[in-house]
């Protein structure tokens, strides 16, 4: 079987990366997106365990197009009713980037006529579409005359974590968050700290990563689920292999820490509904009069209002730069912001740097090392007070 997982722009190569250790086969990345092959294990496995995918297409077939004519015409080869019965019902959805094709619903109106048609000249009846919750999803991709036709095997967008229950103005896409936790290549023993959490999204997301605990709930109503090979007992069997992977000790301590209330109130709620208390410690304190840490790892979101002027911006970026550097020897700090300008007034080098997209904001995921004093005096106590 071939497959296609959706991803974020930026996150492409994390996601090969956890293809690849589930053991998937010809992993090829492409734009927002990585190919791959596998059985119906592997289908089962991905979209259970993948912590960077938005959801999982099954290829079917792909073909080119004159007209709209030639996609019904295509389009009715198939033999649906393998995958679908006359009670079910289905959906379809088209992604059309085409300057002879402009019309997505249009072709998915073209689509669905072929559908219909083809149950209709067979059986004397035809399915039912619902939109909302179909038994089959059927996706439609169209790039210039190339037509792409899959399933959706993942039903809800796979960033749906759902242990979500209360957010912050302008949250962390699940995906996005659990991605930046893998970016930063966080080793998953040392202490990571998220000093401005908000609703707690990259911690939720890092806790889980350190304790091997599956990205989604078991029973979440997974697209393939409704599908007619589903198979429960070989589903169930892919189930406990990954639950009996679970770490119970020699956890990390993670923390979250918020200056507001409300954002620590919502992070608590997040935290408990995600089963997650016993791997996270959070409190309302201001980032800018902590006392700090020693050797941690932070990893943060820091928030900004863009109604607040280009100086403000510039000037708080500037004391998380100071405060790094005075209250944090030794640490590794990781910030993403979609302020790619007030980013330059940190006033630490980055040591690595990732362009991502936070929505639809272009945002800089960038690495500054902090020292346990100068690189001077590191240099001594390692080598001495050599002359060249």
Known sequence: MKFIAKTLEGLEQTLAEELTDLG??????IKRAVLFSGNIVMLYRANLMLRTCLRILVFVK?????????????????????????????????VVSSEKFR?????????????????????????????????LRINIHIRNTTVTLSLDSSGSSLHMRNYRKRVTEAPLNEVLAAGLVLLSGWDKMTMLIDPMCGSGTIICEAARIAANIPPQDPE???????????????????VDEELA?????????????????????YATVNVQTAKLSDY??????DFFYQEGEENAFLLFNPPYDERLKEKDICDFYSHIGD?????????????????????KHVGLKPS?????????????????????????????????????
């Open 245 to 265: 992977k679970v770490k119970t000790s020699e956890l990390p301590k993670i923390k979250g820490y918020d200056i507001s209330s409300k954002a620590i109130e």
């Open 24 to 29: 998937a086969e010809d992993v090829t990345i």
């Open 280 to 285: 996270i410690t959070l409190s309302e304190e």
């Open 62 to 94: 792909e073909f080119i197009i004159a007209s709209e004519d030639e996609l019904y015409a295509e389009v009715k080869k198939i033999h649906w009713e393998d995958y679908f019965s006359l009670e079910e019902t289905f959906a379809i959805d088209s």
């Open 352 to 388: 690595k740097k990732y362009h991502l997209l936070n929505g639809s904001i272009p945002s800089l995921f960038a690495r500054f090392d902090m020292y346990a004093g100068s690189k001077k005096q590191k240099w001594k106590d390692k080598y001495g007070d050599q002359q060249s």
């Open 103 to 135: 019309h997505a619903n249009y072709m998915s109106l073209k689509a669905k006529d072929a559908i219909v048609d083809r149950f209709r000249e067979k059986y004397g009846s035809r399915p039912n579409v619902d939109t909302r919750d179909p038994a």
């Open 323 to 343: 405060k790094l550097k005075h209250a944090f020897p030794g640490c590794t700090a990781w910030i993403l912001s979609g302020h790619i300008e007030a980013m």
């Open 220 to 238: 979440r109503e997974f697209g393939f689920k409704k599908w007619r090979n589903f198979d429960p007992v070989l589903y169930q069997m892919v």
